[in-house]
């Protein structure tokens, strides 16, 4: 079946520091890879997707590119901000080529902590 | 556009009891789906809604049950609660239309939260 692998967390930086997590996914067909982010207390926020190979979700300052050969969507951040801080979530869906439904697949998440 | 709206925000009921919990999508939406957030198992799917049918389904027990009435808005139950069923329940909507490689991304409301004593 689909699964996500995201790195473990917690990730602590200092503000203004290069984020990346990592996200590797097992899936057949052409999956729709996905970002999200979770504050305490609140539901998930997409953040960012790509829909197929080589594209580039980009939003806010993060970026993440859909590598089909290495099967990774890895998220990056070329300077965080505390406010940065919260859990992000690696998803996929729609990875079979027939049949219905947008059901997402998460990874485990990773907590970001970024500090002054 | 408003959101996507859950009711109630917090629940605490006893074991053996049973709970519905209730999600209205985006205006123009028509797929509702609902997730199970532990902090043991993370975040997983129970069931998707589009045109009042149900078209997905995770791998949960029978207990678990839903529906979508025609205006989109959808309700999940739990019957005979267990202490395991404490969770944040999310629901997601998303237009539902779904085209070969490339999919709606779904809008998640702010979660029940369930509290099983």
């Known amino acids: 079946g689909d699964s996500v692998t995201q790195m473990e967390g917690p990730v602590t930086l200092s503000e203004e520091a290069f984020l990346t997590i990592n996200c590797t996914y097992t899936a057949t067909g052409y999956p729709s890879l996905f970002w999200y982010v979770q504050y305490p207390g609140e539901g998930l926020q997409l953040l960012l997707k790509a829909t197929k190979a080589d594209d580039k979700g980009s939003n806010k300052g993060f970026e993440a590119t859909y590598r089909k050969e290495t099967t990774s969507f890895h998220l990056e951040k070329g300077s965080v901000q505390v406010s940065d801080s919260a859990v992000y979530f690696c998803?996929?869906?729609?990875?079979?080529?027939?049949?219905?439904?947008?059901?997402?697949?998460f990874g485990t998440g990773t907590q970001l902590k970024v500090e002054l | 556009k408003a959101g996507v709206t859950q009711t109630p925000r917090y629940l605490i009921k006893t074991r053996g009891q049973q709970v519905t919990l209730s999600c209205s999508p985006i205006?123009?939406?028509?797929?509702v789906s609902w997730y199970q957030q532990t902090p043991g198992q993370g975040l997983q799917f129970l069931f998707e809604y589009f045109s009042e049918t149900q078209r997905n389904k995770g791998n949960f027990p029978g207990r678990f049950s839903g529906r979508q009435f025609s205006n989109s808005r959808s309700e999940m139950n739990v019957s005979t609660l267990e202490l395991g069923d404490s969770a944040l329940y999310l629901c997601a909507s998303s237009p539902g239309l779904i085209i070969l490689r490339g999919r709606y991304e779904q809008y998640f409301g702010p979660g029940t939260r369930l509290t099983v004593t």
């Open positions: 998803a996929l869906s729609g990875a079979r080529l027939t049949g219905g439904g947008n059901k997402l697949t």
């Open positions: 205006s123009g939406h028509r797929s």
